[in-house]
């Protein structure tokens, strides 16, 4: 990581860490795909079919649109106190599942 890989427009070497440090955003977006990545299957893995259909609904995943609590509940036929409980519980665990 320390080996010159390149020389700038001055003529000073380049190191990887100097080109990948150039732009932050770049290991942010690579990290983001990642967890993107684990999300999805997270939920492909998801047992309780209620809770992956109120996450997907709310957050527009697969190409979802994003709908309210209120919207979610009306299209499932429960109440919009426990579409919030039911999501909530799911959050936590994906959480859980994405930090362990």
């Known amino acids: 990581m320390t080996d010159p890989i390149d020389i700038d427009n001055e003529?000073?070497?380049?190191t990887l860490m100097d080109v990948i440090s150039?732009?932050?955003t770049v290991s942010d977006e690579i990290d983001l795909k990642i967890r993107v990545e684990q999300l999805y299957d997270l939920l492909h893995d998801m047992k309780e079919c209620r809770e992956k259909k109120i996450i997907v609904l709310r957050y527009g995943l697969y190409g979802n649109d994003f709908h309210t609590q209120r919207q979610v509940a009306k299209k499932l036929g429960i109440s919009r106190s426990y579409v919030s409980r039911i999501e909530k519980k799911a959050l936590l665990a994906l959480q859980k599942a994405l930090k362990s």
């Open 11 to 14: 003529g000073n070497p380049l």
């Open 22 to 24: 150039m732009d932050d």
